[in-house]
């Protein structure tokens, strides 16, 4: 293995931090070494991690090669059974699939697609454990785009920090302890069918041994894809699946205005994707509806006149074998309690209101969200953008500080943090946050736009000139606009980039 010293880490989480606005911590340096050293196997010229420091400084091949690594480094952000409520909506769908390879039926097949150090895999194992499931009923594929993860999470040995999150009957059933590592027990393993290195973006996708898979848990990845990437890889899902099979995604990874095939599904609290028995339009979205726009507001965005519906899927609860997947109190219902409402239904919901001018009650309803603990990115990016417009400019960034601590590398994040600064006159800290979105997104004409008038307002005519051929350029390479459809909500702001590349035209013609 390529040397990789300790100052080297400290260095590149100072790069990132600088960079990307990604904060690693000590505690952090463990999967940063993983993913250095991923990448280190790749470049046969580079021979240590000195010479790869310099590499991600240069200027030629510098940005490239740190949008290679980041998400390696997401690597180290998993553990076992996180969201205690995706692995209720699991624990509840298990059941009906377990009976029907019992009967003779075929096995239950789940991939764990971005496995990581094998956290993910396992969790679902002892779910279906729990279920009564035996390791002929169940396969599950585990696989991720870095080697040293593989690795490790074929290894199956951890120490004991990363196994607190493990329910202790759990623990004692599934795991030996061996020193100051626990082991995971030859039973459980015989649920993995297999683990092994994949790349999402590639033409070839793995199906279980007959039908589809009934269940893919892909958490926390497409969010670093770009849209036609993105969109690729939910066609390669979608046709992958099992009629009515699911398709779990991360708490920030919706699919609203990305892709269609799927349907919104709530099961036992969770917000989840299902593909329909039926088959239907797959793909892109078509064109949004386009509702009567005022003439003082003529960039306003249309937003939807009703929220996307969402199919509530009621499930038996199940006869467990063993201990059930525990959730926090918080998210329990009483006897006869309503299903608990997805993040999602809140922000449809304050999007109605938004679109109704309710500013105030819109905010209300979202904050309700967050004290009953239901924490969400696109939740926190439409809340900012609601107290800025309310006039709270402290409480607007505490906000966007929140969203950045979720998901450091949204490039949106960046880039309406940095409007706000921009209006709170802070240009030289909103010029970083828009660079860091600009890294992130190079075809975000609106944050090439709005840096531009972060260079006016420091008086640097040169780079605001820059920054103003750089938004008609990206939208020039873009026409249609951003990478993904934003999360949340900004009904003042166009996502087409039309009006920023002819606001760039104007500004560049003035200077």
């Not at 059933?173 to 994949?198: M, S, W």
């Amino acid at each position: 293995m390529k040397p990789i010293l300790p100052e080297h880490l400290l260095e590149l989480a100072a790069l990132l931090k600088d960079r990307v606005g990604l904060h690693v911590r000590r505690d952090g340096h463990a999967a940063l070494r993983i993913a250095v050293a991923a990448r280190l196997d790749e470049l046969a010229d580079v021979p240590d991690a000195g010479s790869y420091l310099a590499l991600l400084r240069s200027e030629d091949a510098g940005d490239e090669e740190l949008r290679r690594l980041l998400p390696l480094v997401t690597v180290g952000k998993t553990s076992f059974f996180r969201d205690e409520r995706q692995f209720r909506a699991l624990e509840a769908i298990l059941p009906g699939l377990v009976a029907r390879a019992r009967g003779g039926g075929r096995p239950v097949s789940i991939w764990s697609a971005g496995c990581a150090t094998g956290e993910e895999p396992y969790s679902i194992a002892m779910t279906a454990a729990e279920a009564g499931a035996g390791p002929e009923h169940v396969e599950i594929l585990a696989t991720d785009l870095n080697p040293e993860a593989i690795a490790f999470a074929a290894h199956g040995a951890y120490e004991p920090r990363r196994v607190r999150d493990i329910p202790e009957p759990f623990l004692s059933r599934h795991f030996d302890r061996d020193g100051d590592r626990y082991h995971v027990r030859p039973g459980l393993r015989r649920f993995i069918a297999a683990i092994r290195p994949h790349n999402l973006v590639s033409s070839i996708f793995p199906r279980p041994v007959s039908g589809g898979w009934d269940v893919i848990f892909c958490r926390n990845v497409i969010i670093y894809f770009d849209t036609p990437t993105t969109q690729g890889v939910l066609t390669q899902f979608h046709n992958a699946l099992a009629p009515g099979g699911y398709l779990f995604l991360g708490y920030s990874e919706s699919l609203f205005r990305l892709f269609e095939g799927f349907e919104l599904t709530e099961v036992a609290g969770a917000f989840v994707y299902r593909r329909p028995e039926t088959s239907g339009r797959v793909g892109a979205p078509a064109a949004a509806l386009a509702g009567p726009v005022g003439p003082a507001r003529p960039h306003l965005v249309p937003m939807p006149a009703q929220p996307p519906a969402v199919r509530h899927v009621a499930f038996a609860p199940p006869e467990r074998a063993h201990t059930p997947v525990p959730l926090p109190s918080s998210l329990r219902g009483g006897a006869g309690a309503e299903p608990p409402l997805a993040p999602q239904e809140y922000l449809d919901g304050a999007v109605a209101l938004f679109a109704d001018g309710r500013f105030g009650a819109a905010r209300e309803l979202l904050e309700r969200l967050l004290e009953k603990g239901g924490e969400d990115l696109a939740v926190r990016l439409t809340l900012a953008n609601l107290y800025g417009i309310l006039r709270q400019p402290d409480r607007a960034r505490e906000s966007y500080v929140a969203a950045l601590a979720l998901e450091p590398l949204c490039a949106e994040a960046h880039l309406f943090y940095g409007i706000h600064l921009l209006a709170a006159g802070n240009a030289e800290e909103a010029a970083l946050e828009l660079s860091r979105a600009l890294f992130l997104d190079p075809d975000l004409a609106l944050a090439h736009y709005y840096l531009g008038r972060c260079r006016e307002a420091e008086r640097d005519v040169v780079r605001a000139r820059l920054a103003y051929r750089n938004a008609i350029e990206a939208h020039r390479r873009r026409p249609d606009g951003k990478r993904q459809a934003f999360l949340g909500y900004y009904p003042d702001v166009p996502e087409d980039g039309d009006a920023f590349a002819r606001a760039a035209e104007y500004a560049l013609a003035a200077l």
